[in-house]
Structure formats: structure tokens, C-alpha cells
């Protein structure tokens, strides 16, 4: 039977994991993986992923009826779900194959940490981009703020087998719903073997391959995020991998606390600064099991 330090000690990291996903909006799967494997001792790696997962889950339960209930979104909302349905039509197929291959093939811990480091250095690698092309597009993005603040209710203009052509922002968009469906079946794979959520991928494709504004995007991460999610820890129980009850509850109640909590302060702190300690953070965690995997 754990002590009750080892709870607290768990409880505690999930709070700032909840936090940190609830302010940055990345890395989530990755600092829960950390605190369930290297924190906790927990050396099942399915029950790392698949308890990971529902840990992700609670962020988008969290922000999507926030998000939707903005005035801005109101005025996408019928944009946000043809896309995000789409994407998450190819999300679902992923994470069912996602989680079986990884169930079945990747459920020795020594080598889900070693692979796992690799998807560390990946993610920071993103915010790099991320960071570097906001920086980038900046005085861009201040020159057409007065423009995009009387916005028009967007309008799907053609919706077929081959392209959704469709107004939003007072610019025209087209996109392929086979390119959203493959998008949606890769990143879930992905993000399934390793339990995390992908939103690290899914807003880079969306806005950098695809072409869809910033605010769009987001609104379709967090809905694929949760159906993906939600369908990798479905199909997880369903294949018999245990959770470990006591563990997964103290967790979910310090991601519920974090990401309460996190949203309420985080006007009074640095968001780059912040960005740059996780960032930090997760480049230790990737060497550090890279190296003693």
C-alpha cells in the first residue's frame, strides 16, 4: 500500500501538469507520461499511456465549452464542426489502430521510454517553430487586428467529396476533406501509441499545411483532441489494459485543480517565460530518457 506522500507527490504534479496544459496548451501526455512513470513508479507502459489519455481528456472538457461559448466562435461554430468532424473521423480510425499497435508491440517500458524521448525532442521542437514564426508574423498580425475585429458570419459556399470551399474572416478558404481525414488518421496513430494528445500537431498542420486561421484551428484541436483521445482509452480498457485506480483518481483530481486554476492566473504571469521553463523541461526529460532508458 503507497504512503500518503507518494499520493500527495502525485496529486501535486498532476496539478501543475493540469496547469501547464490549461496555460501553454502543450505538452499535457508528456509531463503525465513523466510523473506516471519516473514520479510515480508506475512500470506497466499501456497503463502509463492509456491513464495518460484520460488525464488529456480532461483539458478539452474543460476548455471546449469555454471556447464555444465565446462571441467569436459563435460566429465559426458551423466552420469549427464540418472540419473538426472530419479530422475526427480519420482521428478515430487512428486511435483504434494507434492503440492496438502500441498495446500489442510497444508494451515493454524500456523501449516506450527510449521512443518517448525521441517525441519529447519533437514537441520542443515545435514550440520552437512556434515560437520563432509568431515572432515572425507579429507586426503582421497587428496590422490586420482592426480588420479582423468586424469579422462576417462565415458561409460554406461548396461542400463535396473533393473540396469544402467556404468563407471565414472575410477571406475564402478550400480545403480537401480527404487531406483533413489523413490528417486527423496520422496524428491520432501517433498520439495514441505514445498517450499523448497531439495538439502539438494538429494546430501547426491545420494553420501551416492546410491554411486555416489560427482561432479556427484551435477550436478543431481541442474537439479532435477529445474525440481522439477519448477513442484511444476506449479501445485501450477494451483490450484489458488495467488501470491503477487509486493512482489515476489522485491524478485526475490534481489536472481537474490545475486546470481551474490555471486559466484564473494566468494573466499574472509570463506565458514566453513560461513556454521557455517547459520547454527546458521537456528537453531534460527527453535526454534523460534517452540516455538511461
Known sequence: MQTLAYYIVGFLWALFT???FSTVGAAGGILASFGF???????AANSVKVMSQILIIVSPVVALPIYLRQDRTKQI???LFYLGFIIAAGAIFGAIIGSWFSKNFLFELKSFKYLFGYLTFLVVAMMAYNI???RRKKKTEQDKNNDEERYNVP???KFSAKRIDFRCLHKDYSVSPIILF???FIIAVLSSIFGVGGGFLIVPILTDVIGLPVFLAAGISILVVFISSLTSVTNYIRMGVPLIIPVLLTTLAGVVSGSIIGPKISQLLNEKKLKYILMALLVFIGTFYLFKP
Open 132 to 134: 520563432l514564426k509568431q
Open 182 to 184: 489523413i490528417a486527423g
Open 77 to 79: 461554430k458551423t466552420i
Open 37 to 43: 512513470i519516473t514520479i510515480l513508479h508506475v512500470h
Open 18 to 20: 493540469g496547469f501547464v
Open 155 to 157: 458561409s460554406i459556399i
